[in-house]
Structures are given as C-alpha cells and as structure tokens.
C-alpha cells in the first residue's frame, strides 16, 4: 500500500519546488483519494495572486549603500592617511598662517630699521612698507580662507549624503571646530573690504552652526530640512567657486589683487 502525500508535498509539487515530481504524478494517476484532495488545493491556490516586484527607481542604487555602507568593515588606512586628518590639517593651516605673519613682520622690521637711503637710492621710491604689509596680509587672508573653504565643503558634502539616524558626531565635532575658523574669517574679510568673501562665511558659519546643534542621530525629518536650506541656498556651490577663485586671485608679482567678482546672491 502506497502512502499519501500530504498538502505541503502537493503544494511544493505545484509550485515546481518538489524533487522527484514524476513518482507524485504517477501516485496522482492511481490514487483518487490524493487526486481530489490536490484538486482543491490548485483551485484555492490559483485565487492568490502572485505580487510583482516594485519598480527601483533611479536612487535605489544609493538608496542601498547608504543602508549598508556603515556595516562595512573599516579599511586599513595606509600611514601617510593620518595626516590628512582634520584636526591635522587645521594645524598645519594655522602654523602656516603663523610663520607667513613672522615672516612678514620680520620684513617690515628690517625696513622700518634699514639706514636713510642715499641721494642715488631716492630717485628710484621703492614702495612703502606699509603698502606691502597690507598686500601680504591679504593674500595670507585669501589663501587661508580657501583652505577653510575646502574643508568645509568636504563636512557639507559628508552631512548631505550622512544616512538617516546615522551618527553625525564625527561631522558636528569638525563644524565645531570649522565655526570659530570661520567666525574670524569673516571679521578679518570685513575689515578687509571683501564683503562677498565675509558674505559667503556668513552664510556658511549658520549652516554650521545648524549641524553642530543638530542632534548626533537625527530622524530623516529633520535631515531633509537642514538639507533643503543648504540647497536652496546653493551654499555647496558657492564654497566651490570662491574657493577656487580665491586661488586664482594669488598674485606672485605682489601687485593688489583684483575685486572679487564673485555673485552671492
């Protein structure tokens, strides 16, 4: 006496995912018993329909490294990487900007105290000292505005496409430290009448001032809106072009550089 199969061994069978499906048809054909009983089965399971799959759209490839890429295992960063950190980077920006100062203190000191010139020298006035002074510290202002300006972007950039209820601490440690940079920036940029340049820092210190204030793990919702002020704003753009700009503004000839014709609005 054969046995007979149950209702999960028929369902396989009907969907295809029963082995040895041949000796099924064959117990099918001799049995009534089983025959009717799969019978019913196909009937109830033809009024189920099959869902189809959803449509990915363009971002769902984004969409899926952005859910996963924090469960990656970290790479092995080679040694020279350490240098590049922001902290790093920060410090070096400011031991730079200290040594170009020294340098153009001691310069000016060395012509406050040169001897009175001769009757030969004062046909030909060289330019005053305070005149170069002023030009240096301009283009010492400028240079390190950009450098400012290219970390920041880097922080926007990484808060932009930070996943939702993600931790923000390492991006809100760096805009901390990016606000009273850029706070001092902007009071230096005043005073030198660069008024888009201090504009452009305005704009920037809030938006920095945001993401530090911003909860480490903060819900998709408020993500969004802070996201959209900076888009509207067009704030990562405008970082882009000063910054380049200002790089192009360096002039090793040491006449004024020309007024910025940067548009902030």
């Keep these: 006496m054969s ?3 149950s209702e999960e061994d028929l369902i396989l069978y009907y969907y295809e995912e029963r082995p040895r499906s041949a000796g099924i048809q064959q117990h099918l054909d001799s049995c009534g018993q089983c025959a009717a009983v799969y019978r019913d089965l196909v009937a109830t399971l033809k009024l189920v329909a ?3 799959a959803p449509d990915r759209g363009d971002q769902y490839g984004l969409e899926v490294w952005q859910r996963i890429r924090h469960q990656l295992p970290e790479q092995e960063m080679p040694w020279w990487s350490a240098w590049f950190r922001a902290d790093r980077l920060a410090l ?12 153009v203190a001691g310069r000016w000191w060395s012509a406050t105290n040169a001897p009175a010139p ?4 004062v046909a030909a ?5 305070a005149a170069a002074n002023d030009e240096s510290r301009q283009r010492i202002l400028l240079t390190s505005v950009a450098d400012h300006l290219d970390r920041s972007e880097r922080v ?14 390492a991006e809100q ?7 009273v940079t850029s706070r001092l920036y902007r009071q230096d940029a ?3 009448g660069e008024a888009s340049v201090a504009l452009v820092l305005d704009e920037l210190e809030r938006s920095l001032l945001e993401i530090v204030h911003t909860p480490s793990r903060a819900t998709a919702a408020r993500l969004d809106e802070i996201r959209r002020r900076i888009d509207a704003a067009s704030l990562l753009f405008k970082v882009r072009v000063l910054g380049n700009e200002l790089r192009q503004r360096e002039d090793p000839q040491g006449s004024r550089p020309r007024a910025l014709a940067t548009q902030t609005s």
């Design 3 to 5: 046995r007979h199969y």
């Design 50 to 52: 099959t869902p189809e």
């Design 92 to 103: 070096a920006g400011a031991f730079t900007v200290l040594l170009l100062a020294a340098f």
């Design 118 to 121: 001769t009757v030969a020298s």
């Design 125 to 129: 006035p060289a330019p005053s000292p």
């Design 156 to 169: 926007l950039t990484d808060f932009m496409n930070a996943p939702a209820g993600g931790d923000l601490s």
């Design 173 to 179: 440690r760096w805009a901390e430290d990016l606000v």
């Design 190 to 192: 005043v005073q030198s």
